[in-house]
C-alpha cells in the first residue's frame, strides 16, 4: 500500500512563501492521482491542488495562481510550492494519494476523497 510523509510546514509572515515535500512509497505510486488537501481549525476538509500520473495539474479556486502542485516520479516525491501565502491558508496540510482510474484527479480534487493520507505538516501563515 502506499505511505504518505509530509514535511516542509512551518510559520510564516503573509506575503511569504514555503515549499511542502511528500515522500511517497509503495508500488504504483506513479499510476496514482496525487494531491494536497488540508484543514483549518472548524473547517471541513479542502482539496487545494492534485495532480495526474500524467503531469496534469489542477488547483481549489482559493489557490490559483499562487501554489503549484509538481511530482517526481523517479523520486516517488510529490511537492507544494505555496507563494503570497495568506491567513486563511493557515492549515494542517496532508499529502494524499488514490490509485483508482476512476474518478478523474479533478473530481477526486474536488470531493477531497483520496484513498492514502499522510500525518499532516502544520502551515501558519500570520498577518
Known amino acids: 500500500q502506499v505511505q504518505l510523509q509530509e514535511s516542509g510546514g512551518g510559520s510564516v509572515q503573509a506575503g511569504g512563501s514555503l515549499r511542502l515535500s511528500c515522500a511517497a512509497s509503495?508500488?504504483?505510486?506513479?499510476?496514482?492521482?496525487m494531491g494536497w488537501l488540508r484543514q483549518a481549525p472548524g473547517k471541513e476538509r479542502e482539496g487545494v491542488a492534485a495532480i495526474d500520473s500524467e503531469g496534469v495539474m489542477h488547483y481549489a479556486d482559493s489557490v490559483k495562481g499562487r501554489f503549484t502542485i509538481s511530482r517526481d516520479n523517479a523520486k516517488n516525491t510529490l511537492y507544494l510550492q505555496m507563494n503570497s501565502l495568506k491567513p486563511e491558508d493557515t492549515a494542517v496540510y496532508y499529502c494524499a494519494a488514490d490509485g483508482a482510474s476512476w474518478p478523474l484527479c479533478s473530481v477526486l480534487l474536488e470531493r477531497a476523497d483520496f484513498d492514502y493520507w499522510g500525518q499532516g505538516t502544520q502551515v501558519t501563515v500570520s498577518s
Open positions: 509503495g508500488h504504483g505510486d506513479s499510476d496514482t492521482c
